[in-house]
């Protein structure tokens, strides 16, 4: 699934393609994808609307419109594609906009698990999705004791709470053990059981692997890209996620992995004690 530093990467390779353009015809084929409002209201109310920035908040892209702001969830493996107007609709392209050059910018997702959302913009981060998510990995609001509150009553492993987007938004399963690693922190150490410290290494670890991380592009795992053409390279720098049975790259102890919450985790038995 991308994470911040993959729907980064996304914003900014689709920056320069469609900020500036008019939407002039929308066409929904799998409506599920539409979460609000609905699919009919949706291709309406995005037509005649022009893309004036692309950001991002938590692993969604926020396309500011006119009078609405197009919220994009790629869940895992949502990606967009630009075709001629008069091309066919492949199999698994489910949303297409008609832009005001003749280019037919589509969204496509072999899973159908992303959503989209048009949202009035007075109310893009005053209502659900994006109201109920927190800080941002680089906001200087995440401090130790903000961490330290949000977590200390949470009987759960620090890997599970860390995925909670209402923590802190955009990180996934990849940057979540890569991000346990630097903090030697085990994976499945009780939330409620970690210090003030312990909190202020996570929120130092997180800014040093995301950072670099978009740096690099986000991590291109199976079948993730940003868009055509475009791929990351921290996959390169993964110091622990995918690497079963190499070495630790800081003691050279076999990595381990276990499963905690349903998720792969990957961890150094001797750096996470």
């Given amino acids: 699934m991308p994470e911040k530093p993959e729907v980064i990467t996304v914003a900014r390779s689709l920056d320069a393609k469609i900020v500036g353009k008019k939407i002039v015809d929308c066409h929904v084929f799998w409506n599920r994808i539409i979460a609000a409002p609905s699919s009919l209201e949706f291709q309406k109310k995005v037509v005649e ?79 659900k999705p994006l109201s109920e998510l927190g800080y941002e990995y680089n ?35 990849i940057y979540d053990n890569e991000i346990l690693f630097l903090s030697k922190i085990k994976p499945d150490k009780k939330a409620c059981k970690l210090s003030l410290k312990d909190c202020q290494r996570i929120i130092d670890s997180s800014q040093i692997v995301l950072t670099k991380a978009i740096a690099l592009g986000g991590t291109t ?10 791929h990351g390279l921290f996959q390169n720098e993964l110091m622990v996620h995918g690497k079963n049975g190499e070495p630790c790259p800081e003691c050279g102890e076999i990595i381990l992995k276990s499963q905690i919450g349903g998720r792969g985790t990957y961890y150094c038995p001797k750096c996470q004690k």
């Fill in 49 to 127: 609307q022009v893309v004036h920035s692309i950001s991002t908040r938590g692993k969604f892209l926020v396309l500011e419109l006119d009078d609405y702001s197009l919220l994009i969830h790629l869940r895992m493996e949502g990606k967009f594609l630009f075709r001629e107007k008069d091309d066919p609709i492949g199999k698994h392209e489910h949303v297409e906009f008609l832009l005001d050059d003749g280019t037919s910018f589509r969204y496509h997702d072999v899973r159908k698990f992303g959503k989209m959302y048009l949202i009035p913009m007075e109310d893009t981060y005053r209502v």
């Fill in 139 to 173: 906001d200087n609001r995440l401090t130790q004791k903000y961490l330290y509150d949000k977590i200390h009553n949470k009987n759960l492993p620090i890997k599970t709470v860390l995925l909670d987007q209402s923590i802190i938004a955009g990180i996934g399963n």
């Fill in 221 to 230: 795992i199976r079948s993730f890209t940003s868009s055509e053409g475009v």
